[in-house]
């Protein structure tokens, strides 16, 4: 593995973890009332670019991080629709 490749798996893992903490206080106290659905589906806009991004410089980093953290806020958002 090229060490820059390193460099992006370690900003991957550390940004998309980010989001963990979130889920699960979300699911936890079924509350969402704090969080922004505009901000949340811009957000969710963004991550969507950056993966296809990634898929079209085929980018192992941001292809995986991309899709976790895309994966993790549209859990978020379906709360927010749930609980909100």
Known sequence: MESIDLVGYV???????AF?????RVWQSK???DLSV???LSFIAGV???LIYGLLVTSA???IANAVTL???LIILRFKFKYG
């Open 61 to 63: 980093p941001i292809i």
């Open 20 to 24: 963990i903490p979130q889920v699960v």
């Open 48 to 50: 969507s670019m950056w």
């Open 31 to 33: 509350s969402t009332t």
């Open 11 to 17: 900003a991957a893992t550390l940004t998309t973890a």
């Open 38 to 40: 505009q901000t949340l």
């Open 71 to 73: 994966i993790l806020n």
